[in-house]
């Protein structure tokens, strides 16, 4: 539902603010009550109980045994409208009945309701057990008409008369007193009573929603850290399974470009050595040097072809092996191997190479070496073999682990989409860079061509 996902997207904090603030007021509302009701309660009982005291203390002296008398006799009935029309008492009670269990009234300051009989109400069925009953509220029973035509409430007290010898309840007291203030009073303990349990309420909520909000603050900052690192390991992982791919791919490609090399370096014994070897093999076997009759002069002439052509197969068998084979590299420098690689191809094809190096950086792994030794090395072979060696220059930077390698001619380029898959020039040296983490860049024209190396330095670490 919509409502409970704005709600789960809302914060701890805020789901503890609304939610507790909710359950707060409802509490708060629910204890109010009780403790205002509770204290209402007391205060018209405690009132009522004095009332009780003082109006007993009067009264009862007056009252003959209850037990013997259906009413009261004219003696005590006149002493007691004596009592209660004049002095401080007079001036409190508005309206005095004794009532017997059954619901008859023994006596009253009202003379029309003597002698009559009403149903016994549950204020009274209390008093007879012996409790003091106390209400402040419009009077609301039936033989209480003139009470009620004040319009205002009265302070109803219910006062059980009690024997001495036996404390049963032979007779109730009720009274209505005028209770000035009361309502004054009352209202003073409820505005109180409210304000000490919204004060509490307020102060418990707010320490609690000051550590929820704590707490919440450092969960969100926990969770931001969590999902961030999160993304990172999920980025990392994407990475590494690209790389594992491109792994894959490069060890499949390595094993089909080795697969090449071993042809192509069996190519260049048959088409070259092998050649010559034949050939010196078969002029061993000529009739010159077979027949003893031969001239001196012949038969040296042939000796001389086959150590010629003998000559030539070992001169390529070393020009193979002094390609294939690395000289010592891993302690060497940047500048060390450049140099080393430009010098070879120089003394080789008697051609000029530009050499600018600018090495600062840290010390590199192996692989990285010998894989700038390769790159030169092929690069300056094909500017020589396919761009004539016009204006061959080679470009090294390494600094602070970023290594740069360019390698240029100006002679007339070539078309990149017309380099087969099987070539082993271009295609090897993009391996060996791609397979090391590196980039590889070809850019050829009519103004010649370039082909750059670069290695970063998270990617160099590797």
Same mark, same amino acid.
């Given at each position: ?336 191997? /450049?140099?080393?690689? $430009?010098? !070879?191809?120089? =003394? &080789?094809?008697?051609?000029? +190479? @530009?050499?600018?190096?600018?090495? #600062? *950086? ?27 060696? /016009?204006?061959?220059? $080679?470009? !090294?930077?390494? =600094? &602070?682990?970023?290594?740069? +390698? @360019?390698?240029?001619?100006?002679? #007339? *380029? ?49």
């Amino acid at each position: 539902m919509n409502w409970l996902r704005r709600w789960n997207a809302r914060s701890l904090a805020s789901q503890f603010f609304i939610a507790g603030g909710l359950i707060s007021i409802a509490a708060m509302f629910v204890v109010g009550l009780f403790v205002s009701h509770l204290i209402e309660e007391t205060v018209i009982h405690n009132s009522g109980a004095a009332t009780a005291l003082y109006v007993d203390s009067v009264i009862a002296p007056l009252l003959p045994d209850m037990q013997t008398e259906s009413l009261l006799d004219e003696a005590s009935a006149q002493a007691l409208d004596e009592t209660l029309g004049q002095g401080a008492l007079g001036k409190r009670l508005v309206s005095f009945k004794l009532w017997r269990s059954d619901g008859t009234i023994l006596y009253s300051n009202e003379k029309e309701l003597v002698g009559k009989t009403f149903a016994v109400s549950d204020k009274l069925q209390r008093a007879f057990a012996g409790s003091l009953v106390a209400r402040y509220e419009i009077a609301s029973d039936p033989e209480s008409d003139r009470e009620r035509a004040l319009g205002k409430p009265l302070m109803e007290i219910y006062n059980p008369v009690l024997q001495p010898w036996s404390g049963q309840a032979v007779a109730v007291l009720e009274f209505y007193e005028s209770a000035e203030g009361l309502g004054d009073s009352l209202a003073r303990a409820r505005l109180r009573s409210w304000g000490a349990v919204a004060a509490l309420t307020a102060t418990f909520f707010l320490v609690l929603s000051v550590l929820v909000f704590r707490g919440s603050r450092t969960i969100e900052a926990q969770r931001k850290d969590l999902k961030e690192r999160v993304t990172e390991l999920s980025a990392l992982l994407a990475e590494n399974r690209g790389l594992q791919r491109r792994l894959q791919r490069a060890s499949q490609r390595a094993a089909a470009l080795n697969e090449t090399y071993l042809r192509s370096i069996g190519a260049d014994l048959h088409d070259g050595p092998a050649q010559h070897i034949a050939y010196a093999s078969l002029r061993l076997d000529s009739d010159v040097l077979i027949n003893a009759s031969t001239q001196p002069e012949a038969r040296e002439k042939e000796l001389a072809w086959i150590r010629s052509s003998l000559a030539e197969a070992m001169t390529e068998i070393r020009n193979i092996c002094r390609g294939l084979v690395l000289p010592h590299i891993e302690k060497s420098s940047i500048t060390e191997i /450049v140099t080393r690689v $430009v010098e !070879a191809h120089q =003394h &080789k094809t008697e051609t000029p +190479v @530009e050499t600018v190096i600018d090495e #600062d *950086g840290p010390e590199l792994p192996p692989a990285v070496k010998i894989c700038i030794y390769r790159f030169v090395q092929e690069a300056l072979n094909n500017a020589y073999r396919h761009g004539g060696g /016009v204006q061959q220059a $080679v470009m !090294a930077v390494s =600094h &602070k682990g970023h290594v740069r +390698v @360019e390698v240029s001619d100006h002679g #007339d *380029g070539f078309d990149p989409t017309e380099v087969r898959p099987t070539s082993l020039g271009l295609v090897g040296l993009r391996e060996r860079v791609d397979s090391l983490g590196g980039s590889f860049d070809i850019k050829t024209g009519e103004g010649g061509t370039t082909v750059t190396m670069i290695f970063e330095p998270m990617e160099v670490g590797e």
